[in-house]
Each structure stands twice: as C-alpha cells, then as structure tokens.
C-alpha cells in the first residue's frame, strides 16, 4: 500500500512543482473553471492504478436511527432535509472535482465506480491524494476553489481586499485577470432550490428555535451571509432533529486554506446520551484557564453557552461524505461567534459505534500489546472523541500581536495544525477533569490507550488528511518522547503512562504557542519533521492491511434505509 509522506504544506508545494513539470493530464475545464470527466465514454475505464484488495478499504454502514418517537410532520421533515442535503453533494463534486455523471459513467468496474464515487473523484483521499484512474495527474491542491493554470505567486500579488473569503470562488474573466465569483451567484439555481427545500421544512418544524434557523440558513445558502444563522443555531437546544448545512470546512482548500466546501448532516438527537454530556459544559472556562501555556496564549474568553450532546446521524453528504467520515463536530467556526455563544459540540454516536467494532478494536488486536487490550473501550473512545470537539472551541483563535486570525496566518497549513491541537488538548483536558474529581466512565489507562491506537486509525488517512497528518507528527513527538514502547518481537506498543501524560502537556503547549504566534515557518517544520511515517511504522501499517483491517466507513443511506 502507498503512503503519501510529506507535510501538507510541502505536499501542496511539491504537487504544482509535479504539475509544472509533467506532460498536463487530459482534464478539460468548462467556462465555470471545472474539470470535465477525463474518461472518453466509448473507451471505458476497467482498469485502476492501485490493487484490487485497496478498493476494499471502506466497511459498509447502513445509516439508521430511532424515528418511533418522531410525528408524521417530522418524517416529512427528515425528506426535506435529506433532499436539500443532496443538494449539498452535488455542489461538493463540482468544488471537488467537476461533472460527477460523466467521471462515473466512463468508469465500467463497479468496483472502481463505487471507490470513485466515495473519493468524490479519481484521487484516493486515505492515500495522499494520488490519482487511482489512468490519465489523470496530481491533484490539484485548490481543487476547483482556483483557476487550475493560477500559481501562488499572482494569488499572492492579486490586489483583492476580499480574496481570502470563505464563499467565493477565483476566476478569470475574458482578458485572463483573477476575478471572484460568489458562491450564491456561481450555484445560484441550486441553492434557490435548496434555501426552498429548508423554508419549506421549517414550516413543518414545531420547535420555534430551529425553525427559524432553518429560515435563516436559508437566506444564507442564497446570500452567503452565514453569521446570523450560526448564530440562531447556537439557540437551538431541544429540537429532536438536527441539520448542518451549507460550506463549512476549508480542508478541501490545500492551497490556501481559504474556500469553505459544502456538506450536510441529517441528525436525530439521542437525549438519554445527551443528558450524560451536559454536565462538563461548566468545566469550560476552567479548563481554558489551565491551558499548558503561557498567560497571553489563554487570554481569550470563549462563550459559556457551548452544549454537548449526541446524535445518531441519519445522512451524510458532500464533504463530510468524502473519504474518510467525521464523527464528531464542533460548529460554528465563526470566531465571533464562538467568542460570543461559544459552539455546540455534536457526537455522531451511531457513526462512532461502527469505526470503534469495525476498526478500532481490530487495529488494537494487532498492535496493541495484550495485557492492554482490554484498556481500549468504547467509552474511552467517545470520551476522546468529544473532548476532540471540546478542544476545538478552547486555546486561541487570534495571534497574539493583534495581526489577525490563527487560520489566515497559518493559511494552507491551519487545518492539521488545528486538528492536532483539538485531539491533544482533548486528551489532555480529560486527565484535568479526572483531577478535579469528575467521575468519567473507565480509567486514565482506558484513554491513553484507545488514544494510542486511534493514533494508528488516523494516521492511515494519509497526508492530504488534516487528521491524518495530525496524527503523524503526534506520533513521531510521542516516540521522541518515550510515551509508548514497541515490542520489536512482536511489533505491539505499550503506553508508558508517566510519559504518555508528559508528552500530552508538551505537546498541547507547543501547538497553542505556535498558532498564537500564528508561526508559519515553524509550523512548516513541524510538519516536515514529524509529519512522516518511518519505515518502522509502514511495516506496522501494512500488518492492518495484510489482515484486511478496514480504513473507514461507507455509508448505505437515504430514505429507503431509514423506511421513510
């Protein structure tokens, strides 16, 4: 199996390098700037770049949730909601790819189609990106947020105020200069279509709060004014059905960091689970206080009115839906936001039982040393996985000398960087809440070692995965840092608890310093050091594939699923 090695930053620069360097690949643009399908429909595509057993890397998951307790209004909702979500995905292959009919039209392997069709395009997003179609090159880092011939150079010295927006995309008119084109004018039919679906649902919608978010999301998918929906949602509390809508994250956006894509969760709320949550949002502004930093790197006050709560997650779409599947979130990502209500942290418990049977406990049968087997747990998983999330709203979302947001200094860099803190911190404001007392389901053991071979769950996202790279530097520090030990016998890993914790509180105070010091360059080398998988831990990696060890999840979903 392939794996892709470098820093995203140096991944992004080494693919325009390849490109510039290499014959272009037959990949046509139509006049929005979007790749056409390279596949010539008469000659269709049977053959694939990689081995038959990597097309069998996702584990089928029929999506279902408890809609007993739901009205006949409601279930007509969830419709509403999913067709409007599909929206969403159709928008997501046209900022990912281009024409998704004719890529998977000239594909005749069914096999090969449905592993195009999860990728979103001809390019494995768990393997660095690389292309998996023949005739297809690198690709590229902007996806279609960019005019595909536009280097980082001109972007940089294009005079454009508002270039860096979350909702717009980078065009040329006709005499070949950089222009930009409004999400809500380039989609324009199909967010009209979309904004109706939602007006439609929230008449249907008995909770007030959540229908008038559902109003105002509307008016933002044709707008592109997303703040005062953010904030709405914030206010949404006891509505048993949920949505997340619109362009959210940047990940797809590897040149820059700059262009939001667009997805959509379709979630019922599992109140029994959510009821065990509520109790840590008063920890909050403590733990942002005891942050393993410097004063000036703690400064900021996030909003006391986060929630946490659980969800079964009924439909995915878009970017959420494309290789590798969230199962978490922690929205809005609006600083202003967050610094006002703070965010609402949502755990995708159905989603989350199926990683954790299908791959977590498979992965710790092979790698994790026996007498700490029992030590990886469900309970520890979703702990981790929801202080991830908790994280995220914590730390520091301003450089410290007032020059702007953490994510425009670290630009392309950001994401991993960010996701590498929510997955430390989480850990490490876990052992905090152990300290002062919080009785948490297992033990300390129990969260060091489910951390540990998540470690190894990630990090077989690859490189063009923030996730993924998050987890190669966690990695190669923790070694560094004698947190764990390996075998060499038997190639399994002990946690060493002492240094384990040690390596946690470092780690999380030098990611916090280095994005409140919106350190760009000392990111870069972050990454190029430790952002790597040595051939000892390829060897370890290949055992999981060897033993046909799934690398994520596929979902079987949709109205017929859930009996709509």
Known sequence: MRQSVFPTGLFALLILLAACQME????????GGEQAAAADLDNLVSESLIPPERLEIYAPVKLTGDLGALSAEQRHMLKLLIEASRIMDDLFWRQAYGDRDALLAGIADPAL?????????PWDRLDGDLPFLPGYGPKPPGANFYPPDMTPEEFDAWDEPAKTGLYSLVRRDDEGRLHLQPYHIAYQAELNRAAELLRRAADLAVDADFAEYLRLRATALVTDDYQPSDMAWMEVKNNPIELVIGPIETYE?????????????VLIKDQAWSERLARFARYLPGLQRSL?????????SPGSSADLNAYDVIFYAGHSNAGSKTIAINLPNDEEVQLQKGTRRLQLKNAMRAKFDKIMLPIAGQLIAAEQQANVTFEAFFQNTMFHEVAHGLGIKNTIDGSGTVREALREQASALEEGK???????????LRALGEALEGGEMDNDVTFLAGIFRSVRFGASSAHGMANMV??????????????SESGRYRVEPEAFRRATASLAGLILTLQGNGDYDGVRRLFAEKGVIDAELQADLDRLAAAAIPVDVVFEQGEEVLGL
């Open 113 to 121: 189609r449905r592993f195009a069709d999860i990728n979103y395009g």
């Open 24 to 31: 272009a690949p037959p990949q046509a643009t139509d006049e």
């Open 292 to 300: 393993p930093v410097a004063d000036a790197y703690r400064a900021e």
């Open 422 to 432: 929510a997955d430390i911190l989480g850990l490490y404001m876990i052992e905090q």
């Open 474 to 487: 966690r990695f190669n520090y923790f070694k560094e840092q004698g947190a764990f030990s390996r075998d």
């Open 253 to 265: 956006d590897q040149l820059f960091g700059y262009r939001a894509a667009y997805e959509a969760y």
